[in-house]
């Protein structure tokens, strides 16, 4: 190598090491407002016949870190992943450095004990010891794929030989508060997207029960066989937790696929002050469940774990001599997986669980739980706000008030708020809108989160909010 690309290493070493051991600024803009039309002209976005020096690429490289949104910073509260746990950029790493998959034994056979272990012991945390099986998927998305495939191996097990030629339609039931994941992951198996039943939510944005009791009995009436029910351990706009006991005992009586999308929400499992929310989850046939999101693991970092062992080989499981040796070998991961080539991403949590133990994931859990509390508190405190409802989860959702205001104006005006505060770039977050509703949303993902930090985000909201009706 020569001394250009040295210069290189180190500066991207100094990056990486900044990065991990000094705190964030908090004063710092996370984001520069710039439309892509103003970021093309700006940056050398084009490749071109003939490479550059080392020294052109450190500048390159300045320029990506000066242009890219800064999600390893309290303040970002934009969506569900962020303010990454140090240890996982480590493990993150060694996992490049090694850079292989974890198909086989063969290849990745430190990896693939850890995956095991990793998954056996989230199994007992759902299930309870000795049971359950999984495997670590690309994301929450894919992991709400693997379930609804599943489901159909479980009902039409000739479907991996025949396909769905000439088969009776089915339904599939989730909550309208549900992840898009679901209508793409119909669409994308071929089922249609007209095989997905939305049922309307509370006004908590729980699942109406007596709705579904009667989708459930129209779909059927229609000629339809119910195949799967999803409950939600978490939804994405307000962190809120469907009846898990009820929902499973419906599953039950319709012998539907039992599926939990706890992608977020599952963490609380983590923690014996915590995990009641998710009580009737020892019920479900599959669960979703990232670590990327509350954890505070680098992205992607999810897995999708059943009740049943052997069922994901049973779906999964091909003939391929090149690369599989023996038939049903538990320590071929590959063989459990849709994917091919795949990262050992389960070696970050077992790492973070390794470094912190059992009671230290637990009081990460518990430290964000309490900021949502402390937040939601300070909102309810503050004359000009309102507050959504009490958070179940790390999400807290309010809105800015004023008296004589319409809904949609209010809405607007929140949106307003929202985007100003965005422009600026020193606290992202996001609004969503419930059952008519605009609400400013929250994600609070750091564990260390400071009382004073918590009530400086209501000041900048009301701040903003007055600026604007003034």
């Known amino acids: ?23 964030p600024k908090e004063n710092l803009q996370l984001r520069k407002a710039y439309s892509p039309t103003d970021l093309q002209k700006i940056f050398p976005i084009k490749t071109q016949f003939k490479g550059v020096s080392s020294s052109e690429i450190i500048k390159i490289l300045e320029q990506v870190i000066s242009h890219s949104v800064i999600t390893d910073h309290p303040f970002f509260m934009n969506q569900m992943f962020g303010k990454t746990q140090p240890i996982s950029f480590l493990a993150d790493i060694i996992i490049a450095m090694l850079n292989t998959s974890m198909y086989t034994y063969e290849v990745a056979p430190v990896f693939s004990l850890i995956e095991k272990e990793v998954i056996s012991n989230l199994g007992k945390r759902v299930w309870g010891k000795d049971k359950g099986d999984g495997v670590f998927t690309a994301g929450g998305s894919m992991s709400n794929m693997n379930a609804l495939f599943l489901a159909r191996q479980n009902y039409l097990e000739h479907a991996k030989q025949k396909g769905l030629f000439g088969v009776k339609p089915f339904s599939i039931f989730v909550s309208e508060q549900a992840h898009y994941s679901f209508t793409k992951g119909v669409n994308f198996l071929g089922f249609g997207i007209e095989s997905l039943v939305k049922i309307k939510s509370n006004a908590d944005a729980t699942i109406h029960i007596d709705s579904l009791n009667k989708a459930i009995r129209i779909e059927k009436e229609k000629g339809r066989h119910p195949l799967m029910l999803i409950g ?77 062992k052997g069922s994901l080989n049973k779906a999964f499981n091909v003939d391929a001599g090149y690369l599989f040796h023996e038939d049903g070998y538990d320590f071929d991961l590959g063989q459990k997986s849709l994917r091919g080539g795949r990262r050992p991403d389960a070696f970050k949590l077992w790492l973070q669980w390794k470094y912190k133990g059992d009671i230290g994931l ?30 179940q989860s790390g999400i807290v959702l309010f809105r800015f008030l004023q008296e004589g205001k319409s809904v949609q104006e209010l809405n607007k005006l929140n949106k307003n708020i929202r985007e100003t505060i965005f422009k600026e770039g020193k606290i992202i977050f996001n609004y969503s809108r419930i059952h008519g509703t605009v609400y400013l949303r929250y994600v609070i993902l750091d564990p260390e989160f400071t009382h004073k930090q918590l009530k400086h985000i209501i000041e900048n909201v009301v701040e903003v909010g007055n600026e604007i009706l003034n």
């Open 362 to 391: 637990a009081k990460h859990v518990e430290k964000l739980r309490d900021a949502s509390i402390f937040l939601a508190e300070t909102v309810k405190k503050t004359n000009e706000l309102e507050l959504y409802q009490e958070p």
């Open 232 to 308: 939600i351990a978490g939804t994405t706009i307000s962190g809120t937790y469907d009846p898990l006991q009820n929902l499973a005992k419906i599953a039950k009586e319709h012998k539907m696929w039992f599926h939990v999308d706890a992608a977020y929400g599952g963490a609380l499992l983590f923690s014996e002050r915590e995990k009641a929310r998710l009580k009737g989850i020892e019920n479900a046939d599959s669960v979703s469940w990232n670590f990327h999101k509350v954890m505070g693991m680098s992205l992607s970092t999810s897995s999708f774990l059943t009740k049943e």
């Open 1 to 23: 190598m020569d001394k250009q690309f040295d210069e290189l290493v180190h500066y991207v070493l100094d990056y990486v090491k900044n990065g991990i051991l000094n705190k």
